[in-house]
């Protein structure tokens, strides 16, 4: 079974630049979820879609990020214009959410962003 | 609100020595906890879990109890081996419509030969 794929794997902009990261998740996994990592700190959710629907997306900032779904499969994550706090791990991560509790959240590779 | 606190690290240990990793949690009800680990240039991956009191997660010689009584859930194992080096993070999932997890900071685990 192939896992959650993402690109880039890196990337590097200037600030005020925009940037876009990609993710197919598992197929058959209704729920995606995206995440940012600041170095040695745990993932953050920024967003989670159940299908093609956004579940949460209450930490996302959204004056600069936007995220979409369409077709409930593949996700394009954007940042518009970066800035140098964005510099980060983004993870992308999917489940079947079949409605269980324990449901298991799959991550893939991520994309190392660093904005200069 | 939610939230998973974990010892710092880093945390270097000799070959087989015996491994703690302390996690506490603070939640309302009775979330489901998780150990992840990230390898050195791997996505994140998870260990164990368990979905309610008493429940131990067990996977790779990693073992971690489901304590409601004092909120934690230790990640601990009997000798631990060099490929064992990685960084593991403690989370909790909250379940209303869908699934979300909420993570704590992390412990980078070196271990030496």
């Known amino acids: 079974e192939a896992g959650v794929a993402q690109s880039p794997r890196y990337k590097i902009i200037e600030k005020r630049q925009s940037v876009a990261f990609w993710c197919n998740p598992i197929?058959?996994?209704?729920?995606l979820y995206w995440y940012q990592q600041i170095l040695g700190q745990g993932p953050k959710l920024l967003i989670q879609?159940?299908?093609?629907?956004?579940?949460?997306d209450s930490q996302l900032p959204k004056d600069r990020f936007s995220a979409e779904r369409l077709k409930g499969v593949d996700s394009t994550l954007k940042i518009q214009p970066a800035k140098l706090e964005d510099s980060a791990v983004y993870l992308c991560?999917?489940?079947?959410?079949?409605?269980?509790?324990?449901?298991?959240?799959?991550f893939g590779p991520g994309t190392r962003l660093t904005v200069l | 609100g939610d939230s998973v606190t974990q010892m710092e690290g880093p945390v270097t240990l000799s070959e087989e020595a015996f491994l703690t990793i302390n996690c506490t949690y603070t939640?309302?009800?009775?979330?489901?906890l998780f150990w992840y680990v990230q390898y050195p240039g791997e996505g994140l991956q998870l260990l164990l879990k368990?979905?309610?009191?008493?429940d131990k997660g067990s996977n790779k010689g990693f073992e971690a109890t489901y304590r409601k009584e004092t909120t934690s859930f230790h990640l601990e194992k009997g000798s631990v081996q060099v490929s064992d080096s990685a960084v593991y993070f403690c989370?909790?999932?909250?379940?209303?419509?869908?699934?979300?997890?909420?993570f704590g900071s992390g412990t980078r685990l070196s271990i030496r030969p």
């Open positions: 991560a999917s489940s079947l959410d079949l409605g269980n509790v324990g449901d298991t959240q799959y």
């Open positions: 197929s058959g996994h209704a729920t």
């Open positions: 879609f159940q299908n093609n629907g956004v579940v949460d």
């Open positions: 939640a309302t009800g009775y979330p489901s």
């Open positions: 368990a979905t309610k009191a008493d």
């Open positions: 989370a909790l999932e909250r379940y209303s419509s869908a699934s979300k997890i909420i």
